[in-house]
Nanobody, 124 residues
Framework: QVQLGESGGGLVQAGGSLRLSCAAS????????MGWFRQRPGKEREFVAT????????RYADSVKGRFTISRDNAKNMVYLQMNSLKPEDTAVYYC?????????????????WGQGTQVTVSS
């Protein structure tokens, strides 16, 4: 089992950057595919990015490709989401999640563990 906690959210102007962090508990962090999802007001939770257990393979939503970068440090049990060129439509609660399979899933239902979320607000 793994427990997740996000940090790094906040208010930023359009065009700015934020880096989200997700701290994971447990000694088996390296066995999980990690993902970032977001939920905008009145919308369903949606996929943002996912990263393989080794950190070599990634997958991104088209809406963030080229602007966001997911990474992990297995020695520190950390996952990051670097967000650049932020847009008002990126405003959402961002969640990190862990998946026990090896697939780079985009479906939130595939993920087993979730953090509590961190709010990102991008002003125009």
């Amino acid at each position: 089992q793994v427990q997740l906690g996000e940090s790094g959210g906040g208010l930023v102007q359009a065009g700015g950057s934020l880096r989200l962090s997700c701290a994971a508990s447990g000694r088996t962090f390296g066995n999980y595919v990690m993902g970032w999802f977001r939920q905008r007001p009145g919308k369903e939770r949606e996929f943002v990015a996912t990263l393989s257990r080794s950190g070599v393979s990634t997958r991104y939503a088209d809406s963030v490709k080229g602007r966001f970068t997911i990474s992990r440090d297995n020695a520190k049990n950390m996952v990051y989401l670097q967000m650049n060129s932020l847009k008002p439509e990126d405003t959402a609660v961002y969640y990190c999640a862990a998946d026990r399979t090896v697939l780079l899933d985009t479906n939130p239902a595939a993920y087993d563990y979730w953090g509590q979320g961190t709010q990102v607000t991008v002003s125009s």
